[in-house]
Every structure is written in C-alpha cells, then in structure tokens.
C-alpha cells in the first residue's frame, strides 16, 4: 500500500455522531486525496489536500471537511453522520518526487456504517 | 459534469483467451489516463498509465488511448484466472488540478 495506513479499518456508528478518519503517510507525496467507494458509482473525489493547510473539494464534499496540518497526515471529518455517508473510505496520495507525479496509491479503505 | 464511463460486466473470457476492457470520457480536454485492478475487498491498484495517442505495452497488458474519440482500452493478453477482479479506468480532468474522475468499473471474471 505504499506506506499509506489508514484508521480505523472499520467503524459503526450512529447518525448524528461526528466521526473522524484518519490517513497516514511516510512517503513524503505532496498530494493526499479521500474518495469513497460505493456500487454502481465506482471511487468518487470527496477532497484533496495539494499541501500543509492547502485543500480543495472534490466531486461530493458536501458533509465532509478535511484538514491537513502535517505533510503525513489527512483526516477526513463528517460533522454530523448520516446513512447516505454509510461507504468505504480510501486515503490516496500522488506526487512522488520520482516517477510519474499523478500517479495514485491507495491506502487499505475505512468501512463505515451509519445506523 | 466530467464522467468516465465503462461497461459494469461482467465481462467472462475463458483462460489464455484476450480480455478488452473499454471506457470513454467526457472532458476532451483531459490529458492522463489510468487502469486500475481492484479485487473484492481490496484497495485499487495501479496497472497502467497512459498520455499519449497510440499503444503502450507492459506485459500482458496493452492500454489504448484515442483523444479524438475519447476513448481508452486495456487489452489483457493470455488471461489467467488471477486477472479476475474489478477494473477501474480514471482521468485526470483538470491539466493542472488533482482532480481525478473514475469510472463505475468493469467486473472481469478468467474461466479456467
């Protein structure tokens, strides 16, 4: 998984509950993404991080905000869970200072169930 | 809307046999390309990319890339049954963003 963890694995939770999942890198790549994966829609962008502080939103960022205070780290934070936000979250990072720049890898994936 | 779109399968092809894997993209602008294999329960991972016109080989693996008809394909040569999982075709949509567009995936399932 290219030096890429992600925490935790799985977690239930209920709706209404914050919830904050955590993608952990040491393969000081410039870029970290979150996406989520559900049937029928494949990965979508929810945000991507092109620096410490520096953030953008992706295709369904509505109920999820991010921050990125260090290089290594991205946490993806859904203020308030719903059921519609019941998926499998997967952490990527891009940008290695060797090889192609856009190349994607993912981390292992977050399963999270909102009752 | 930008989209990448691909036929969910499943796609069955008996073993040695070529397996054509297809997408088309929306955004004539984008300018990369990738296939991912992802199987059941696992992370996606890289096979290829590709950016310019024509053919790239690694392998068994040929990816196709036509910008004029927007079109991208991933050839699968001598097909094993360890090849069977979910293909991701991506774009990326924006020259000079990360913004990254994938498709649904196409399910390939090897017959032995």
């Known amino acids: 998984d290219a030096g890429i963890t992600q925490s935790p694995r799985h977690k239930v939770t209920e709706t209404g509950t914050p919830v904050t999942l955590r993608c952990h890198q040491t393969e000081n790549h410039r870029y970290m993404y979150w996406y989520r994966q559900d049937p029928g829609h494949g990965l979508r962008l929810i945000h991507y991080?092109?620096?410490?502080?520096?953030?953008d939103k992706g295709e369904v960022s509505d109920g999820y905000s991010v921050s990125r205070s260090k290089t290594e780290d991205f946490l993806l934070t859904l203020e308030s869970a719903t059921s519609s936000q019941t998926s499998v979250y997967f952490c990527?990072?891009?940008?290695?200072?060797?090889?192609?720049?856009?190349?994607?890898?993912f981390g292992p994936g977050t399963r999270l169930t909102v009752l | 809307q930008k989209e990448v779109e691909q036929n969910s399968g499943p796609l069955s092809v008996p073993e040695g046999a070529i397996a054509s894997l297809n997408c088309t993209y929306s955004?004539?602008?984008?300018?990369?390309f990738f296939w991912y294999r992802q199987y059941s329960g696992k992370s996606p991972e890289l096979i290829m990319s590709i950016y310019s016109n024509g053919d790239k080989e690694d392998g068994r693996f040929t990816a196709q890339l036509n910008k004029a008809s927007q079109y991208v394909s991933l050839l699968i040569r001598d097909s094993q049954p360890s090849d069977s999982a979910t293909y991701l075709c991506a774009v990326r949509a924006d020259n000079y963003g990360q913004n990254f567009v994938f498709g649904p995936g196409t399910r390939l399932s090897v017959l032995p």
């Open positions: 991080s092109y620096g410490v502080k520096d953030t």
């Open positions: 990527a990072i891009s940008g290695a200072l060797s090889g192609p720049p856009d190349t994607q890898y």
């Open positions: 955004d004539r602008g984008s300018q990369s």
